[in-house]
Structure formats: C-alpha cells, structure tokens
C-alpha cells in the first residue's frame, strides 16, 4: 500500500493558499463547479453540454440512483495507510479513475483535448480519446506522453473509416478501443434542437475524421462527383458564420479554404459516415479481426446485454447511459450496475459512468462492482473555468474526496469498498 495521504495533500495546499487570500479557481462543490462551469461557456455551448435526452428525466434518473444508496462508515480501522491502486486489463492505475469521453472540447475552451489530455496526465488518470475530439488523435497522443490512453470509437456505416480508426489507434499506443454502442443515432436532444445547433454541422468535433486518410479519400471522391453541401435559401448572416467555422477547423490555410469546396463536402461526409445501426453483438468480431487490442463496450445498460457482450467475447464493460442524452426515460445507471454486476460476475471488468459528480459518487460506484469509474461533465466545467489546469484540478479534487472518503468511511484500499459499505 501507498503511505501518500493524497486527500490531505490536496487540502492542505488548498488551506495554505488560503492563508495568502487565494481560492480554489475551479469549485470544490459539484453544484457550485457546474453553474460556474455552465456560466463560463458560450450559450450554444452550454446547452450542448448540458442538454439531456427529451425531458431530460435519465439525467433526474442518474442522480437518484446515486443518491438513493447511502454509504454506512465503519469505525476503529487502521486507515492510516491507503491505497487507491487498481489493476485493469493486465495494467497498474494509480485510482479507479478515467476521464469519459465527450466530444467538441472546443466548446469548452480553445485548447480542447489538448488541455484536456494535460490536465489528465499532471492528475495520474488515464484519458478516453474521444472520435468527436477537436483535434487529431495524434496530437492528443503527443501531449499524454507515455501517460495511459484508450481510444473511443464509434462505429461509421464507412468500414474503411473504422479500421483506419483502429490503425491510428494502434499506432499513437492505445490501451484498448472502446466501442460506444448507445449512440447509433443522436437523442432527442431538446436545447440544441431549440437552437438549432449540432456542432458537426459547423465543422467543430470532427477532426478525427478530416485528419483521417481514408475519411480524406470519401471527401475526394464527392467533390470529384460535384456533390456539394449547400444552403437553401438566401444566405443569412448565421450561415456566413458556420461556413467561416467550418473553413477554419478544416486543415490547410483559411483563404485557400474559403475558395475549396472541401471544408463543405467534409462536413456533408461526415454526416453521412457518422454511424451505423444495423449493428449486432456478432459484428463485434469484425472488430476483434482488426486488432489485438482489449475491447471494451460502452452504454450497457440491461443485464441480457452485458451476457450478450460477454458471448461476443468483450474484455469489459462501461455501463453508461451517456449521461442521460441518449434515452428518455431510462433507468439511472447507477441502478443498471447494480443488476449488471450479478450477471457478469467478475468474469470481465466492469466499468461505470453517467451521473458520476463526487467522490462519494464514485464510492457508490466501486461499492455496486465498478472495477474504474468514469468522470464527464466535471471535468469539461473544469475546463472551461481554467483550461489544463481546470481539469487537472478536478480531477485531483476527486482523486482527494475518494481518499479522504475511504479514511473516514473505514476502508484502506479499493479492494475494501463493497456493497457491505452500503445501505
């Protein structure tokens, strides 16, 4: 066991900068970090990050699940030495941590994956490459290091796209690849949809796609065909607006770009490409034939499901309801883990996000059988607040309150924290 009392650490340099008048620039408190978060965006994208699926109630969904379990402390436990340290398909993690993957960063703050891929590395939890990331994969890569990352894939309806994804991700030494399956198409996502905004559209999330070879040869091929993306209608000044985004974020020069028909028929590509659903548990061998990487998938929900990736021979699970955008009206994940982890048995890894806002959260999470759980929001609010530094602060905040949650609930290690934990 690790002897480091992180918690403290992290308190004691909160408490000492306090004595010179300096306060944490990204909040301590979940409600407090999201309204500052939320505050600091831009209205599009606000929205974006905070939409929900319809109603919105999967989201209500996710805090009660949460919030209905209650931790019961034991006392009189030597606590004195702790250790947050899991291992994980053949790997060694100093906390059960990882950041969930969110696409379009660049809503958030400039510097996108970029700050968050810093942020994660100066706070020792692994990164989930995003497909919707702002900036190519490699470059996301370069930044991390030798600092641990998996990649998240989702599955285009353009198979050469998928094993180009793949290759990449090999190459830049990813862990393992990550399949989301809830988002074969997007949810009833309401505030966009009053705004009449999807970022793709603009050309912002994509850059996987337009730094991706065979992506490229799609895109050649339709302006070849002379099919392009046009607006109806007389233009607007929102429409001259969107296509200086779209030809900013498409690689090359920006005046050379306004006169190419490229940054439009990227954009158009990727709508077309984005997803495919007529996916079944079986095509996951086409993705096991690609590579010999670990296979995780994400947005289980229902324990047939979690039999049924286990039979397709996944090495893990994320339980997931991406948050709540996806489904109206669905069960909060937390309550899926709990009937979820019965079935899997600890045969393969399970692993959890959706609703995840405190260290207690994560408690919950690991207590229910979450091998590692997964933070989103958060640390997008932290960055926004503060960049780089936003994100690692949040996700140091979390490393802290979990630590400090074992001290005084009576556990010295992960390993410790069960449902006996519960009440």
Request: hydrophobic fraction near 45%; include cysteine; charge should be negative.
């Amino acid at each position: 066991m690790s002897d480091f009392p992180f918690g403290r650490a992290v308190q004691s340099r909160i408490y000492s900068a306090g004595v010179f008048g300096r306060t944490p620039a990204v909040p301590t408190h979940a409600a407090t970090l999201e309204r500052d978060g939320l505050k600091a965006m831009s209205p599009a994208a606000r929205d974006y990050v905070q939409t929900g699926a319809g109603s919105g109630t999967t989201m209500d969904n996710n805090r009660a699940a949460l919030d209905a379990r209650r931790i019961v402390p034991r006392m009189m436990r030597d606590v004195s030495r702790r250790d947050q340290s899991i291992s994980l398909l053949g790997n060694d993690f100093a906390s059960p941590l990882f950041t969930s993957p969110i696409g379009v960063a660049e809503m958030a703050h400039a510097d996108a994956d970029l700050a968050v891929a810093r942020g994660a590395r100066a706070a020792g939890v692994p990164m989930i490459i995003s497909s919707q990331a702002s900036v190519p994969m490699e470059q996301i890569a370069a930044e991390l290091g030798d600092h641990p990352r998996w990649f998240q894939l989702y599955w285009s309806n353009e198979p050469t796209i998928v094993e180009s994804f793949v290759r990449r991700a090999e190459a830049i030494g990813a862990g393992a690849i990550v399949v989301t399956l809830d988002t074969t198409v997007l949810g009833w996502r309401t505030l966009d949809l009053d705004r009449a905004y999807l970022p793709f559209a603009r050309g912002l999330g994509i850059a996987q796609y337009t730094s991706d070879p065979a992506f490229r040869a799609l895109v050649e091929e339709r302006v070849a065909s002379g099919v392009t993306a046009e607006v109806d209608g007389r233009p607007t000044p929102e429409a001259v607006r969107s296509l200086l985004a779209i030809t900013r974020r498409y690689p090359g020069g920006f005046r050379d770009n306004l006169r190419s028909p490229y940054p439009r028929a990227a954009v158009a590509t990727f709508l077309d490409v984005f997803s495919r659903t007529d996916l079944r548990w079986d095509d996951l061998g086409i993705l096991r034939a690609m590579t010999d990487l670990p296979i995780l998938v994400k947005g289980v929900q229902s324990a047939d499901d979690a039999r049924l990736a286990m039979d397709a021979g996944v090495d893990g699970i994320i339980v997931s309801n991406h948050g709540g955008r996806q489904v109206d009206g669905a069960i909060g994940s937390l309550d899926a883990l709990a009937a979820i982890a019965p079935a899997v048995n600890a045969q393969i890894p399970l692993l959890f996000d959706s609703g995840i806002r405190c260290g207690a959260d994560v408690y919950k999470a690991l207590a229910l059988g979450a091998s590692a759980v997964g933070i989103g929001r958060p640390w997008v609010y932290g960055l926004a607040l503060a960049g780089a530094d936003g994100v690692r602060e949040v996700l140091e905040n979390f490393r802290a309150e979990l630590d400090l949650m074992m001290a005084t609930s009576g556990v010295a290690s992960i390993a410790e924290i069960d449902s006996s934990m519960l009440a």
